[in-house]
């Protein structure tokens, strides 16, 4: 009987890219950036999705700290929360045996750590105190979990180049930024680009057809869904798009 259960093996646990500390009134923002991560294959471990009914929230944090490859603190404008207190003190711990990234990251509205939190100025911050849409702040966060600066997995990239999808994704922007005007504003204050220097063309259509083969050619077709969608979140046309290419 010993040696039967002498091989016998325990499960692996599931491991996680990047484990979230926050306050629970931050939840809003906190979710929105924890689904940017997720749309590009990053596994995030979010209590509202790990905890189940009936579970202590100290034993199962306690258990998720030893599987994760990286912490990730976000400090709102009303501070640390009681849980989120205690997760630091064990994640900083982690951090510091193990030597895996620990990222402080500032919400909107806050523009430098608490007194109780000077020792996280050691640390490189995300800084998405502007906006959590801030793009160039979700690629640091991103380079900061996974050491590379391009996503490991953007999923719905390589549907991009069928021309049926990029038809669809025309129809969608049409729908959403009927005038060119209103699409000069949103690639301006989302992707932070000149729509003229980067997509000509003779009329509107034309130039939304020409700004998704930039998008192509760049790399950035799945940016352009998220800023599209940022910029005018209720439009059906977009959301339908977007449901497509994520469950296909």
Known sequence: M????KTQEQPKSE?????????????????????QLKERGIKVW????????????????QKAIPLVKSAAIFIGLKGLGKWQTMEVRSLTTRCVEKGIPLIPILLPGVNQFPEKLVFLKEYTRVDF??????????????????????????????LWFNGERSQQFQKALLSAFPTTAKLKQMVRFRLDENLEA???????????????????????????????????????ALRKFDEQIRNS
């Open 15 to 35: 491991e996680f890219d990047v484990f979230l500390a926050h306050n629970t009134a931050d939840k809003p923002e906190v979710r929105a950036i924890a689904n």
């Open 198 to 236: 980067i997509a000509g063309g003779a009329n509107h259509s034309e130039v939304v057809f020409n700004l998704i083969e930039w998008a192509k050619a760049e790399g950035k077709p799945e940016e352009l869904l998220i800023a599209a969608r940022k910029d005018n979140p209720g439009n059906p």
């Open 46 to 61: 979010l209590d509202e999705e790990q905890i189940p009914p009936g579970r202590s929230f100290q034993d199962e944090i």
């Open 129 to 158: 105190s502007q906006s959590i849409d801030d793009v160039q702040a979700l690629k640091n966060l991103v380079w900061g979990i996974t050491a590379t600066q391009s996503s490991p997995q953007q999923k719905p990239t390589e």
């Open 2 to 5: 010993p040696e039967i259960l």
